[in-house]
């Protein structure tokens, strides 16, 4: 038995055509995106507040760096603060160590 050929051909499933790029990418596009909001975004918002509580410290300030030490800033330079932790003892530090400023008195109350 002997099939015409016109028949085979249309009984093939039809050609798959190329795909769309922007589906393609789709996915990509938007895990980029949950990361933009839930990881990107927040870390530039709190160096932008770090960055403009550096440049507002003043002399007076009370201030805890990253390693856990609490001083009155007795003077601030370009780069570097000089801070108070006790009577008579002062350390200079890189602005950039301030990890936040403390409330005017907190530091005589404890």
Do not use: W
């Amino acid at each position: 038995m002997t099939f015409p050929t016109s028949f085979v051909i249309a009984q093939a499933a039809p050609a798959a055509g190329a795909p769309n790029p922007i589906m393609t990418f789709l996915p990509l596009i938007l895990l980029f995106v949950v990361f933009y909001f839930l990881m990107i975004r927040p870390q530039m918002k709190r160096q932008k507040e770090h960055r403009n509580m550096v440049a507002a410290l003043s002399k007076g300030d009370e201030v805890v760096t990253n390693g856990g030490i609490a001083g009155k800033v007795d003077e601030v330079g370009e780069s570097f603060i000089t801070v108070e932790i006790a009577p008579n003892v002062k350390i200079k530090l890189q602005k950039g160590a301030v990890q936040q400023v403390l409330p005017k008195g907190t530091l005589k109350s404890s």
